[in-house]
């Protein structure tokens, strides 16, 4: 065997293992996102909050010897044409006990605009013993030019929080839906 050959196999056996590196690290870099989002959702960092049914929080015991304060924070991504506002600002809960409150939402622009709302809890740590029922954030929500809506968000606290936590913040960030504006563009296409 002569020396080109040897080096010709050293070079493919070097191609082989780059472009399957490549691709290890191209799936890794699609499926971080993913497993990201589970790792928070059940360790509730990163300000994620859980689920819970109606069945679930009727069934948690109440705990009526402590208080928490829930304060509430909105936002809009900076291109987005809503105001966005809780109706109040902070409640005082029982952890334990299922709360309800609203949040409205109003569509300033001459179009019709779809959004998705981002939930965050604050301190991120104790994110996990906020769980919620019923939350606009579960969907897309959709407004028509110059629409107001009120949304309800229910929620209860776990009596397994931290007694030294007192006060937590749910956080909202509405940004524009970019899936309609696909839908648009390829409902615009000519058709043959």
Request: charged share 20%.
């Given at each position: 065997?002569?020396?080109?050959?040897?080096?010709?196999?050293?070079?493919?056996?070097?191609?082989?293992?780059?472009?399957?590196?490549?691709?290890?690290?191209?799936?890794?870099?699609?499926?971080?996102?993913?497993?990201?989002?589970?790792?928070?959702?059940?360790?509730?960092?990163?300000?994620?909050?859980?689920?819970?049914?109606?069945?679930?929080?009727?069934?948690?015991?109440?705990?009526?010897?402590?208080?928490?304060?829930?304060?509430?924070?909105?936002?809009?991504?900076?291109?987005?044409?809503?105001?966005?506002?809780?109706?109040?600002?902070?409640?005082?809960?029982?952890?334990?006990?299922?709360?309800?409150?609203?949040?409205?939402?109003?569509?300033?622009?001459?179009?019709?605009?779809?959004?998705?709302?981002?939930?965050?809890?604050?301190?991120?740590?104790?994110?996990?013993?906020?769980?919620?029922?019923?939350?606009?954030?579960?969907?897309?929500?959709?407004?028509?030019?110059?629409?107001?809506?009120?949304?309800?968000?229910?929620?209860?606290?776990?009596?397994?929080?931290?007694?030294?936590?007192?006060?937590?913040?749910?956080?909202?960030?509405?940004?524009?839906?970019?899936?309609?504006?696909?839908?648009?563009a390829a409902a615009a296409l000519p058709r043959?």
């Amino acid at each position: 065997m002569s020396d080109t050959d040897t080096q010709q196999r050293a070079t493919r056996r070097t191609v082989i293992k780059l472009v399957l590196a490549t691709c290890v690290m191209f799936s890794f870099g699609y499926a971080l996102v993913p497993l990201y989002n589970v790792f928070c959702t059940i360790t509730g960092l990163n300000g994620k909050t859980g689920r819970m049914t109606e069945a679930q929080a009727a069934a948690l015991p109440v705990d009526l010897s402590r208080e928490v304060t829930v304060e509430f924070v909105t936002n809009v991504d900076a291109q987005m044409p809503w105001d966005f506002k809780p109706i109040v600002n902070k409640v005082v809960v029982h952890p334990g006990v299922e709360t309800q409150v609203e949040f409205e939402v109003h569509n300033w622009d001459a179009g019709r605009i779809d959004g998705n709302a981002v939930p965050s809890v604050a301190p991120n740590t104790v994110a996990k013993y906020f769980k919620k029922t019923e939350c606009f954030c579960f969907t897309q929500q959709t407004l028509a030019p110059g629409e107001t809506r009120r949304m309800p968000v229910r929620f209860v606290v776990d009596p397994r929080l931290p007694p030294e936590v007192k006060v937590l913040t749910l956080g909202y960030t509405f940004f524009q839906s970019l899936k309609p504006v696909a839908e648009n563009a390829a409902a615009a296409l000519p058709r043959s």
